[in-house]
């Protein structure tokens, strides 16, 4: 741990207070206060951040940029303070001051630059880098608004902005006098250059600028603080002088603020062509600002680009990033110089790309027409791309292999041309991995099968990993603090060591303060509960959460068809099911996936039902927490007893929610999916639910499925579908729900509802039995938080930088304490 001379921080406290702010602090807000301490905090990370320059500019160091479209890091005050081993410090202070620390982490608010898990694996892989000493860097965009903020409306999602104050961010360092132009639209006029030569010119462009910022990483240990750069854009000119004076301000403007939107907000609507040239020109944003900033920063030490991949690796964080490709290749080849074959060799050496999805929808493709318009040059590249990979795959496949060229083609014919990122990107790269060791089978032998006889020694599997420094440290304390108290700190920075745990699995004494430490949680969360939705829920009851995305293949729709089988069993038929339950849920549903916000009601309207009927309300509760981020994340996850990850078997890439319910002591109720296989391996068959139908069984049954079969097989879901066809949970709208309805009693339903019904029904049984047994409920609990070292993402960033990206740490001799 690096050593801090803590009465700097205080100087640096008092300093903002007196000069920044320019008042007492007796009269500074919550809000004053916690930009003060963040400054303190900043003040640290910016001297270590030199040193950390220093020491690979001294090295001459290969370095990662990491691009992706999301970084869901959370708060940063705490982060930063347990990282470089001062929150206790800190908090001490405060208290002095009449401060509560707890009460400044609370004050701030979530950066709006990520949706998913794929911004949070983003976030951990940072935290990885830097805890591990190495040389990589996040580049991303600036966004003023993220997805949305979801509100619930009388059980039905609506969509609210997500404002991030961004620019009055204590952590958000603007690079004052750094700016890159970027050339966009126009168009491309044939030419040759003095040796006659083919010499397309770009003409007749506009230009935008990016303007970088910086958010500090820090390291675990203090050692290393590296950076995540995200891009703001503006216009190349505040506006037209000659249009202004001719009395037209806002058509003066216009450019500017038509400029400055494509930074606005994460992901814009793509249901119209002016929303799908706003994403590209979003993608592209970040691919050109990120590729000259990595081209300028290897310029100050290089001059040579033939040995640019030895220095620099850049990894594609799912297709968002693939004009990388052509970017790269537009600069080597029109502005370095470089003949197509040698640009094209030190691309391939420098890209590499993760898929993140066996979704063909989420597989992107661009129309050619707004390719074209946008940014002509690169579709001119990707063609030629194109063309000479389709002559290299006749070459080795002959003629005959028309069918395989048209799958693997970067063009997809059709009524209008479109542009496959996933392909361009996999042509372009020297790796493609998965993120789970199905997920990356599935890859090579369902998604792009034809691309992995052509290249296996691209194929790859990195299994995802999560930080415990956030995922364990920070959002559960006292489960750190009882943990370091068995084993000592070091499994903060190496967490294999947790499997010291296993040798207090009989140990009455150690079990009990382990179930203390959960109940504190779950009753820290029911009075979050009753804060936030008015709800109140028994701490004693299980607590079984599913907390994701809402999307028809994760299956809220399977948990909701149980939770209606246990309100009919008590209702009903006077069951008593013995281990009451508290059904916990939180996730947003897409704007435009109407299927997925009526599910949010059918669970509003099942609470609704539920909660206030006496006779079932003592057994089981339902409870939907909205607007689900990294702070709620942190919120739910310690306080779980049961984890739902129950997607149909071969849809899940990997999911790392799972990952992060097990490290904190939940017991996972899931289908062999993901990472859930991986999982299931370190814990043992005896610590999870595992259920259902496996991914060979789910592709046997697909063409066969006939729902109705199963209900006549199985009288408690036939009750369950006729409840929810008669209108029992939407009464005051009757056919509410009758779209579900519909959905699960079709043949094609892709997620194989029914399929797996009786199995979960049973596995939720014997959870409801072994619950009844505290000592071996938690000692199922204590063996998954101490099996799931495997899953930090220090592993994962360790295979990255030794298979893929050639880089190491540059502390060798890692004095951790």
Same mark, same amino acid.
């Given at each position: 741990?690096?050593?801090?001379?803590?009465?700097?921080?205080?100087?640096?406290?008092?300093?903002?207070?007196?000069?920044?702010?320019?008042?007492?602090?007796?009269?500074?807000?919550?809000?004053?206060?916690?930009?003060?301490?963040?400054?303190?905090?900043?003040?640290?990370?910016?001297?270590?951040?030199?040193?950390?320059?220093?020491?690979?500019?001294?090295?001459?160091?290969?370095?990662?940029?990491?691009?992706?479209?999301?970084?869901?890091?959370?708060?940063?005050?705490?982060?930063?303070?347990?990282?470089?081993?001062?929150?206790?410090?800190?908090?001490?202070?405060?208290?002095?001051?009449?401060?509560?620390?707890?009460?400044?982490?609370?004050?701030?608010?979530?950066?709006?630059?990520?949706?998913?898990?794929?911004?949070?694996?983003?976030?951990?892989?940072?935290?990885?880098?830097? #805890?591990?000493?190495?040389?990589?860097? %996040?580049?991303?965009?600036?966004?003023?608004?993220?997805?949305?903020?979801?509100?619930?409306?009388?059980?039905?999602?609506?969509?609210?902005?997500?404002?991030?104050?961004?620019?009055?961010?204590?952590?958000?360092?603007?690079?004052?006098?750094?700016?890159?132009?970027?050339?966009?639209?126009?168009?491309?006029?044939?030419?040759?250059?003095?040796?006659?030569? +083919?010499?397309?010119?770009?003409?007749?462009?506009?230009?935008?600028?990016?303007?970088?910022?910086?958010?500090?990483?820090?390291?675990? %240990?203090?050692?290393?603080?590296?950076?995540?750069?995200?891009?703001?854009?503006?216009?190349?000119?505040?506006?037209?002088?000659?249009?202004?004076?001719?009395?037209?301000?806002?058509?003066?403007?216009?450019?500017?603020?038509?400029?400055?939107?494509?930074?606005?907000?994460?992901?814009?609507?793509?249901?119209?062509?002016?929303?799908?040239?706003?994403?590209?020109?979003?993608?592209?944003?970040?691919?050109?600002?990120?590729?000259?900033?990595?081209?300028?920063?290897?310029?100050?030490?290089?001059?040579?680009?033939?040995?640019?991949?030895?220095?620099?690796?850049?990894?594609?964080?799912?297709?968002?990033?693939?004009?990388?490709?052509?970017?790269?290749?537009?600069?080597?080849?029109?502005?370095?110089?470089?003949?197509?074959?040698?640009?094209?060799?030190?691309?391939?050496?420098?890209?590499?790309?993760?898929?993140?999805?066996?979704?063909?929808?989420?597989?992107?493709?661009?129309?050619?027409?707004?390719?074209?318009?946008?940014?002509?040059?690169?579709?001119?590249?990707?063609?030629?791309?194109?063309?000479?990979?389709?002559?290299?795959?006749?070459?080795?496949?002959?003629?005959?292999?028309?069918?395989?060229?048209?799958?693997?083609?970067?063009?997809?014919?059709?009524?209008?041309?479109?542009?496959?990122?996933?392909?361009?990107?996999?042509?372009?790269?020297? #790796?493609?991995? %998965?993120?789970?060791?199905?997920?990356?089978?599935?890859?090579?032998?369902?998604?792009?099968?034809?691309?992995?006889?052509?290249?296996?020694?691209?194929?790859?599997?990195?299994?995802?990993?999560?930080?415990?420094?956030?995922?364990?440290?920070?959002?559960?304390?006292?489960?750190?603090?009882?943990?370091?108290?068995?084993?000592?700190?070091?499994?903060?920075?190496?967490?294999?060591?947790?499997?010291?745990?296993?040798?207090?699995?009989?140990?009455?004494?150690?079990?009990?303060?382990?179930?203390?430490?959960?109940?504190?949680?779950?009753?820290?969360?029911?009075?979050?509960?009753?804060?936030?939705?008015?709800?109140?829920?028994?701490?004693?009851?299980?607590?079984?959460?599913?907390?994701?995305?809402?999307?028809?293949?994760?299956?809220?729709?399977?948990?909701?068809?149980?939770?209606?089988?246990?309100?009919?069993?008590?209702?009903?038929?006077?069951?008593?099911?013995?281990?009451?339950?508290?059904?916990?849920?939180?996730?947003?549903?897409?704007?435009?996936?109407?299927?997925?916000?009526?599910?949010?009601?059918?669970?509003?309207?099942?609470?609704?039902?539920?909660?206030?009927?006496?006779?079932?309300?003592?057994?089981?509760?339902?409870?939907?927490?909205?607007?689900?981020?990294?702070?709620?994340?942190?919120?739910?996850?310690?306080?779980?007893?049961?984890?739902?990850?129950?997607?149909?078997?071969?849809?899940?890439?990997?999911?790392?929610?799972?990952?992060?319910?097990?490290?904190?002591?939940?017991?996972?109720?899931?289908?062999?999916?993901?990472?859930?296989?991986?999982?299931?391996?370190?814990?043992?068959?005896?610590?999870?639910?595992?259920?259902?139908?496996?991914?060979?069984?789910?592709?046997?049954?697909?063409?066969?499925?006939?729902?109705?079969? +199963?209900?006549?097989?199985?009288?408690?879901?036939?009750?369950?579908?006729?409840?929810?066809?008669?209108?029992?949970? #939407?009464?005051?709208?009757?056919?509410?729900?009758?779209?579900?309805?519909?959905?699960?009693?079709?043949?094609?339903?892709?997620?194989?509802?029914?399929?797996?019904?009786?199995?979960?029904?049973?596995?939720?049984?014997?959870?409801?039995?072994?619950?009844?047994?505290?000592?071996?409920?938690?000692?199922?609990?204590?063996?998954?938080?101490?099996?799931?070292?495997?899953?930090?993402?220090?592993?994962?960033?360790?295979?990255?930088?030794?298979?893929?990206?050639?880089?190491?740490?540059?502390?060798?001799?890692?004095?951790?304490?």
């Amino acid at each position: 741990m690096a050593y801090f001379d803590f009465t700097s921080f205080e100087v640096s406290f008092h300093q903002y207070v007196k000069y920044v702010l320019g008042k007492p602090l007796a009269e500074t807000t919550k809000k004053d206060q916690l930009n003060a301490v963040s400054y303190a905090v900043g003040k640290y990370l910016m001297d270590i951040n030199f040193d950390t320059q220093e020491r690979y500019a001294k090295n001459d160091v290969k370095k990662v940029y990491y691009l992706s479209m999301e970084f869901l890091i959370g708060r940063l005050l705490s982060n930063n303070l347990l990282n470089l081993g001062i929150f206790d410090a800190c908090a001490r202070f405060l208290k002095k001051q009449g401060i509560d620390l707890e009460e400044l982490v609370e004050e701030e608010q979530d950066p709006a630059l990520g949706n998913g898990g794929l911004g949070r694996l983003a976030a951990c892989f940072l935290d990885s880098l830097a #805890s591990l000493d190495m040389p990589g860097f %996040g580049y991303g965009i600036n966004y003023d608004y993220g997805l949305f903020r979801q509100v619930i409306i009388n059980g039905h999602q609506r969509e609210k902005p997500d404002y991030w104050p961004n620019r009055s961010s204590p952590w958000l360092i603007r690079r004052s006098g750094e700016q890159y132009m970027l050339p966009i639209y126009g168009k491309i006029e044939d030419t040759l250059d003095r040796n006659g030569e +083919y010499n397309p010119m770009w003409t007749n462009w506009k230009l935008f600028m990016g303007r970088p910022h910086d958010i500090l990483v820090s390291g675990h %240990g203090g050692r290393t603080v590296n950076r995540l750069r995200l891009f703001s854009a503006a216009a190349s000119e505040d506006f037209d002088i000659n249009i202004f004076n001719d009395g037209d301000y806002l058509k003066a403007v216009r450019r500017k603020i038509t400029s400055e939107s494509v930074t606005k907000i994460l992901y814009p609507s793509d249901s119209k062509d002016v929303g799908k040239e706003l994403r590209l020109v979003q993608e592209y944003f970040l691919v050109a600002c990120a590729i000259r900033d990595i081209i300028r920063n290897y310029e100050t030490r290089h001059k040579n680009y033939e040995t640019f991949y030895e220095r620099v690796a850049i990894q594609l964080n799912d297709t968002h990033p693939s004009l990388a490709v052509a970017e790269l290749m537009r600069i080597l080849v029109d502005e370095k110089g470089l003949e197509w074959e040698k640009a094209w060799g030190i691309t391939v050496k420098t890209l590499a790309f993760t898929n993140h999805t066996l979704l063909p929808e989420a597989l992107e493709t661009w129309p050619v027409s707004i390719l074209g318009k946008v940014v002509p040059r690169h579709l001119q590249i990707i063609f030629e791309i194109n063309q000479r990979f389709i002559a290299s795959v006749k070459e080795k496949f002959g003629e005959g292999s028309d069918d395989m060229i048209a799958r693997m083609s970067i063009i997809q014919e059709g009524e209008e041309q479109q542009v496959r990122m996933a392909n361009l990107a996999i042509i372009g790269s020297h #790796s493609v991995n %998965g993120v789970a060791r199905v997920h990356s089978d599935l890859v090579k032998t369902r998604l792009v099968p034809e691309f992995y006889s052509l290249w296996p020694e691209k194929f790859n599997n990195k299994t995802n990993g999560v930080t415990p420094r956030r995922w364990v440290v920070a959002c559960n304390p006292e489960l750190a603090k009882l943990i370091t108290d068995a084993i000592g700190r070091r499994w903060i920075a190496d967490l294999d060591l947790v499997w010291e745990l296993e040798a207090f699995q009989n140990d009455p004494g150690f079990l009990d303060r382990f179930r203390a430490v959960k109940q504190t949680n779950k009753k820290a969360l029911a009075d979050y509960i009753k804060d936030t939705v008015f709800e109140t829920v028994d701490p004693g009851s299980i607590f079984d959460i599913q907390a994701k995305r809402i999307h028809e293949y994760k299956r809220q729709l399977l948990n909701v068809l149980h939770i209606i089988h246990l309100y009919l069993s008590i209702k009903d038929n006077n069951k008593d099911i013995k281990s009451p339950r508290t059904f916990i849920f939180a996730g947003k549903a897409a704007p435009g996936y109407h299927t997925a916000k009526l599910i949010i009601k059918l669970i509003h309207n099942l609470a609704a039902v539920v909660n206030k009927d006496p006779q079932v309300n003592q057994q089981i509760k339902i409870v939907f927490l909205p607007d689900y981020r990294v702070t709620l994340a942190e919120r739910l996850i310690p306080a779980a007893d049961v984890s739902e990850q129950i997607s149909t078997a071969g849809m899940e890439a990997s999911g790392t929610g799972n990952m992060k319910f097990a490290m904190n002591g939940a017991l996972t109720i899931g289908t062999m999916d993901g990472a859930n296989i991986e999982i299931y391996e370190q814990v043992g068959k005896d610590n999870m639910y595992i259920f259902g139908l496996g991914v060979e069984e789910v592709e046997a049954l697909r063409p066969h499925y006939l729902p109705r079969e +199963y209900l006549e097989k199985d009288d408690r879901l036939k009750q369950v579908i006729y409840a929810l066809r008669s209108d029992r949970f #939407s009464q005051s709208e009757p056919g509410l729900f009758r779209p579900l309805y519909n959905l699960l009693m079709s043949p094609t339903d892709h997620y194989l509802h029914f399929g797996d019904f009786g199995a979960y029904t049973a596995a939720q049984e014997a959870i409801g039995k072994d619950f009844l047994e505290p000592a071996r409920w938690s000692a199922k609990a204590l063996m998954n938080t101490a099996r799931t070292g495997t899953f930090s993402s220090d592993r994962t960033i360790k295979a990255y930088a030794s298979e893929i990206w050639g880089i190491q740490s540059q502390i060798q001799e890692q004095d951790l304490w």
